[in-house]
């Protein structure tokens, strides 16, 4: 039997704890917010996925008081990206050192370990609750606002939280966003990727991504914390029994024959990812906000998906109503409103930039990246997709 035996009544209900959800209730506490958080799942967030921080997502570590936090817990720093032929002729070599911007790197730390950095550091705030595992399962609307969401936990109680705001930072099948009613479109893409692990078959003080580009395909290798390289590439669903099935010596030699520097790389399988693009026709409905993929999952070629979820939470943090005014539905629609319009204007290019990138073959690819260096507006568009800093002055932190 299902029995309702708590209610809850925070300013901030999180639906998920991935990155999106716990970055939100890091860079958040503090504040004077009372925020519960409710994670399903007792794993922590699969660590092959996104696990580079871009020099402006640094910027934000910083400002949310948690950029220590990430070194001490092992984070390292990249210098750049080198893309190259599978001969190795350089294509484009775009080393950050050069930008006039406060964090000239790239930062890495596995996934999971983002996330349990983040999520530590919201506990700091003594007006935080973590629920979890619990599911958010039952959605209950009032005059368009979410009234209250049922949540369950595993011995079979429900927990009924009445949040002035709810956040969907539920991933990409997001329930939220569902109950919600904002219409979502996907686009499922038809290869998938495979990633593995493995020590670094070219070891690099500089730590560069090192993208080799074939005439039909793709082979990237990124450096882990530890001297660790994860190399990845899209394949065929026909080819994943192979690789899933695949031995070291296999794995070594069919990296090798795609990329023959890389021979003698020995790795694990680390997994096989489905590329799937959602994209919601707004962010915002009633009181609820979606972030993170729930909001704009992405095909993850350029490395973007985390760091747009953190931009997006410093802009929703910025217009937020205070916590005395976040009981106001008119100030709270406004803010959600005006945060709305914002993500909207900064995602709707990247994401069709993102797809558009993904669907293009390998050979316009190498034309656009060997005419970026020597074209002032390729080189700006280029260091603003992999840097994060928009061209609008007034919202950099320089
Ligand atoms: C192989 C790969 C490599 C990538 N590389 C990069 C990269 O280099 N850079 C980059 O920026 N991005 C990258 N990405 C993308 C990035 O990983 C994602 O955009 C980001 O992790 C999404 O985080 P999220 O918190 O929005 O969603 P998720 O990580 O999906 O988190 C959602 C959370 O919500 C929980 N949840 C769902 N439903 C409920 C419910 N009803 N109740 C309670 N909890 C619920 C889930 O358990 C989950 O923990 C990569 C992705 C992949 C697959």
């Not at 406060?102 to 003594?126: E, M, Q, R, W």
């Not at 190399?231 to 065929?236: A, P, S, V």
């Not at 410093?314 to 709305?340: K, N, T």
Request: contains cysteine; proline residues 7%.
């Amino acid at each position: 039997m299902i029995v309702t035996n708590q209610v809850l009544e925070p300013d901030i209900l999180i639906v998920g704890s991935g990155i999106a959800g716990a970055a939100l209730a890091c860079a958040i506490r503090g504040r004077g917010y009372n925020v519960v958080l409710v994670e399903r799942s007792v794993q922590p967030p699969d660590t092959a996925r996104g696990d580079h921080l871009q020099p402006y997502s640094v910027a934000l570590l910083e400002n949310w008081g948690v950029l220590e936090d990430f070194l001490a817990a092992g984070a390292e720093r990249r210098l750049g990206t080198i893309y190259l032929s599978e001969e190795q002729e350089i294509i484009l070599s775009a080393p950050l050192e050069r930008l006039e911007i406060p964090h000239p790197y790239y930062l890495y730390l596995n996934h999971d370990v983002i996330g349990s950095v983040l999520l530590k550091k919201a506990g700091d705030d003594k007006n935080f609750t973590l629920l979890r595992p619990a599911t958010a399962s039952g959605f209950s609307f009032d005059n368009e606002r979410m009234r209250s969401v049922n949540v369950s936990l595993p011995d079979d109680t429900v927990v009924e939280v009445r949040a002035h705001l709810v956040v969907g930072a539920d991933g990409r099948n997001s329930r939220v966003c569902h109950a919600a009613g904002i219409p979502a479109r996907t686009h499922k893409y038809p290869r998938p990727l495979v990633a593995m692990f493995g020590p670094h078959p070219l070891p690099d003080p500089r730590n560069e991504v090192l993208s080799f580009l074939g005439n039909d395909k793709i082979t990237v290798c990124i450096p882990r914390i530890g001297g660790i390289a994860k190399i990845g590439f899209t394949l065929d669903p026909s080819e994943i029994p192979f690789w899933r099935n695949s031995t070291v010596e296999q794995r070594r030699e069919a990296v090798a024959q795609r990329v023959p520097c890389l021979a003698g790389y020995e790795s694990e399988l680390a997994g096989f990812f489905p590329v799937i693009q959602v994209t919601t026709t707004a962010y915002t409905h009633g009181n609820v906000v979606l972030l993170g993929d729930a909001a704009h999952a992405m095909h993850p070629a350029r490395g973007q998906g985390m760091n747009v979820a953190l931009r997006g939470i410093e802009r929703l943090i910025d217009c937020l109503p205070s916590p005395r005014m976040i009981a106001d539905p008119v100030q709270l629609h406004a803010a959600l409103q005006r945060y709305d319009a914002m993500q909207k204007q900064a995602n709707t290019r990247l994401l069709e930039d993102n797809h558009a990138r993904a669907r293009e073959n390998v050979g316009a690819l190498r034309a656009y990246l060997g005419k970026v260096a020597g074209d002032q507006r390729l080189t700006a568009r280029y260091v603003r997709e992999t840097t994060g800093y928009s061209p609008e002055p007034e919202r950099n932190l320089v």
